[in-house]
Structures are given as structure tokens and as C-alpha cells.
């Protein structure tokens, strides 16, 4: 299996080539990828090595076809339907009305929530808000894939519960408690600190010149 | 300079050796840490060496030691100041209250908005909600070093042009505009659908085998 930054600089390569193809270019180089994302070229071509051979040797890639292989690899050519558990919270409520998951393919189908008073309140395409306890029959009726967890850390033992119940086969947990992957249930947690101690970096830079 | 993969990973390396030092452990050698993070120990070790020697060969790092050096090196050893644009909406109004970012050394001290009706809100230490407007003056007063941006696209140009005039060095941005970085501004863009991209990923290799 490919290291998980291997995944994400696939992410990193795809929004990329959907810019070359924008600019009406057809073939692309390792070195061109790397240059226009502050990589390395032998970085490039190792990642998309894990994939199978597509370039050729001092031809560079088709965008096109690259960029179709990548969509297959990151399994995006299929719509994946997510829902949100504690929608009715504030940054479940962004996320619900997020337009960018969309444009990747994944599209919002069920809100749930514990709060009585959020319960049945409509917030975009995504429908009513449903109860939790709807989760595990909501998740197989709809067939959603991935639950995105926005709870505050004393709910995740009881929400966890539901999405192994659910069936759902991946959770994207930004509650502020460390979930562990299971057999059925692959979860990535989310600690937005990390983006500003990649910020933090730079400004440490600049201070030592 | 190192890339950017390298310097996400050194958030990685810090999170693991704080859980190291809790659970007694006082020497790490690069291969236990790639084990217990699903990287390949060469990766660690490659990874560490932009930064100077810090392990002896075959006895491997201090805990401690290797922590405190990547704190210095994120400039996390100070508190960063932190200000948020469109505090009053879902998204700026969570990260105003997230304590995932004390507990990383950076505070949250000011907040900005444009709707009349949110300005003077009080939302937890950070104080009253200030119009935006006031964002240069409040920068400099306070020495705020890092602005996320949580507003509309709409609203980007003219909240950049303020982050100009302020003086901050970093900006986290949120809105569904790729920024790009400035002389003096370093501009990191977040897109919360790559998350959901790398779990995906996942779910492919699921369905495939
Ligand atoms: N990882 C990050 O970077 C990051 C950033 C911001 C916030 N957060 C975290 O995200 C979570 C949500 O933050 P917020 O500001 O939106 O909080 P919030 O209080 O506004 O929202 C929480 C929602 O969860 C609901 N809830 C509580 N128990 C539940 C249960 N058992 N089942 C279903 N829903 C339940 C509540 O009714 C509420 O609507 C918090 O844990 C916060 O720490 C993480
Ligand atoms: N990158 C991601 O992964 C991600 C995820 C969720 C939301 N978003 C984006 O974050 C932004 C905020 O989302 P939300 O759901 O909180 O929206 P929201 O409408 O609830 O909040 C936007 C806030 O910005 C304020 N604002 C508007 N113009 C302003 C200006 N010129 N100066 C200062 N403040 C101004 C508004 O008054 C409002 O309070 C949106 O652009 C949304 O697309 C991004």
C-alpha cells in the first residue's frame, strides 16, 4: 500500500492537471508537475510509480489520461455520499452547505443531530435534520460511505456506536478525541492546529532570516 | 528549504513523541517511529536530517530531546497570535472557539466581522467581534501574526487588502478562492474535500480488493 502523503499528494496532482487542462495543455513532465508544486521530480514520478507505468521516458504524461487515472486511483469517478452527524452544531452546519464537496464528487445526503431543537430544521439540498438514533437505518436506506463526525468529545463513544451499526465504511472524525481504525471502519481525524503549526514554520523562518 | 510534506510530517513526529514521553519512553529509534506512524523508516530519517543530526546511529533519538528540537523548529517554543475574519459565520465562529488551538500555543485573541448584527458579539476569551474595518489598527496593537480567513469568496479581495495593510505574516485561508502567497505574506489554502479525497482512496482499494 502507498504511504498516505503518497494519497494526498495524488489530491495535490489532481487539482493540478484540472489547471493544465484549463490552460489547454496536453502532455506535462515529472519536472513540470514538481516545479509548479514546489516538489521534487524524482518525488513525482515515485508517487505515481505505486500507480503502474503511464509516461513515456523523455515524453512527459498525457494530462488527460493522467488525470482520468488518478480520478480512478482516489476513487472519484463514482459520486460518494456522506453524511454529517451533529449538523446541527456549528461546524457541521458549515460543512452541510460546503459547494467544494460537491465539486469533488461527494455529495451531502443525510444531517443528523441529538439536539431536540435543531431536530426536522432544513438546511440546504441536504433535507431535514434526522435524529441519531436514524443513523444505522438512514445510512443503509440512502447507501452512505462516509460519516463525517462534528460532536463535541463526551458524544463520540455513543455516535461512533451508530456509525459501526450503520455500516458506513469511513469516518472523518474533527472531534478532538484520537479514533482508531477498525476492520470494517477506516477513520482520518482532522486537527486543523496542524495547519497553523505548518504556518507557524514560516514564520519561524522569517524571524531567523 | 524543506518541502511541505516534510514539514506536516514534523507535526506528525511531534503528536507521536508527546504520546511517547506519556507512556515513559525515553530513546526512539527511526524505525519504531515509522512503525508506529505507517511510514518507512528511511522516510523519518531523511526527514530529520534537513534539520542537522540529532540521533546516534544504532542507539536512536532522545524523546525528549527530538521533541523540544521540533518544537523549535515549527516556532512553536512561543504563544502565536491568532485573529479570525468572519467570525460571526458557522465556520469562523467554530474555530473561534476550538481549544485544539491552545493547547498547540496558539491563542485566538480578536475577532472580525462585516454584519452589523454580529459586531460586539462576545464569543468565549477572545472578546467582542470588531469590524473589520478595525483589522489593521488591532493587528499592529496586539501583535497578531496569523489571520484565517473564513468568509465568503465574495468578500476575499477585500479582507486580503486589510491582511495587507495589518502587517500579519500568515494567512489560513478557508474561502473557496486559491490565494497565493505574497512577499510578505506566506498563504496557505485549506480544502476539507481532500480529507474526504484520501478517504476515498480507501474505499476504492475496498471495493477492489
Ligand atoms: N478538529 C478540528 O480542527 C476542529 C475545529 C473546530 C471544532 N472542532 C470540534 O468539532 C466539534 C464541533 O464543534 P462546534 O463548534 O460545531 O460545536 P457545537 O456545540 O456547535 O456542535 C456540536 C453538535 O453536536 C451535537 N451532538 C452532541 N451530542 C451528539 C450525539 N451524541 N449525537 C449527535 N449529535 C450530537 C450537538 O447537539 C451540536 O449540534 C467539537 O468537538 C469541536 O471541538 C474541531
Ligand atoms: N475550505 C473548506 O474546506 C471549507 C469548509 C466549509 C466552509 N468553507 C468556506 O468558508 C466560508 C465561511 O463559511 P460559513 O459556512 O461559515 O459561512 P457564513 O456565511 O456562515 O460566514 C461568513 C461570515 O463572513 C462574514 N463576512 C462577509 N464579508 C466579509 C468581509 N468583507 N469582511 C469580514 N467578514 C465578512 C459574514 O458576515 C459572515 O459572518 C465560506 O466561504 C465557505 O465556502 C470552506
Redesign the pocket.
Known amino acids: 500500500l502507498p504511504p498516505q502523503a503518497t494519497v494526498r499528494r495524488l489530491s495535490i496532482y489532481l487539482r493540478c492537471l484540472n489547471l493544465l487542462d484549463e490552460e489547454g495543455v496536453s502532455v506535462v513532465s515529472s519536472r513540470e508537475l514538481a516545479e509548479r508544486l514546489d516538489l521534487n521530480p524524482a518525488q513525482v514520478r515515485k508517487d505515481l510509480a505505486y500507480f503502474g507505468e503511464f509516461g513515456k521516458r523523455g515524453v512527459g504524461y498525457s494530462v488527460l489520461k493522467l488525470r482520468d487515472h488518478i480520478i480512478k486511483i482516489l476513487g472519484l469517478q463514482q459520486k460518494r455520499l456522506v453524511g454529517i452527524i451533529g449538523a446541527g452544531g456549528?461546524l457541521g452546519?458549515?460543512?452541510a452547505?460546503?459547494?467544494?464537496f460537491e465539486k469533488r464528487n461527494f455529495k451531502v445526503v443525510a444531517l443528523f443531530d441529538k439536539d431536540p431543537h435543531v431536530i426536522n430544521q432544513v438546511y440546504g439540498e441536504a433535507g431535514p435534520i434526522h435524529h441519531v438514533s436514524e443513523l444505522p437505518r438512514l445510512v443503509k436506506a440512502l447507501g452512505i460511505e462516509i460519516l463525517v463526525l462534528c460532536v463535541p468529545a463526551e458524544a463520540v463513544p455513543e455516535a461512533f456506536e451508530y456509525v459501526l451499526l450503520s455500516g458506513a465504511r469511513a469516518v472523518l472524525n474533527f472531534a478532538p478525541v484520537k479514533l482508531a481504525s477498525t476492520e470494517e471502519v477506516t477513520v482520518h481525524n482532522v486537527d486543523l492546529a496542524m495547519e497553523l503549526e505548518s504556518l507557524s514554520y514560516h514564520l519561524g523562518i522569517r524571524e531567523t532570516g
Open positions: 456549528r452546519h458549515a460543512l452547505l460546503y459547494k467544494g
